[in-house]
């Protein structure tokens, strides 16, 4: 079932919007007119994605920025690792892993986006 969303006009190109729906937190970005929608919160550390950045359908955490493929949830990159004056990290330190987004379907009728809920 899709239930709507946002109005398309409440969200220009390279934006996002996060809402709320039966329970999930969601962001919804707007790459170059098409809609996609990922779970809110950063596979690395709960940040909210919507402050972060959208570059073409790259989605970069505010945090820590680690990077998501807007499409698919797909993590690109894990978090910046700390600078070498601080705490060494290593890269593959638990820490710094980074899980993919969840996704849902997006539908746009009307001027309406409308996400796809199960």
Sequence with gaps: MFIKAAEEKDIAPGGM???????????????????????????HSGARLERGALTGWILTCPLHYAQFDIRTGSALSGPAPAPPESIHQNPADPALRTKDLKTWPVKTEGGLVYIGMQ
């Design 17 to 43: 919007k996060a809402v709320v729906l039966n329970g999930h937190e969601i962001v919804l970005c707007n790459y170059e007119g098409d809609f996609y929608a990922v779970e809110r919160a950063c596979g």
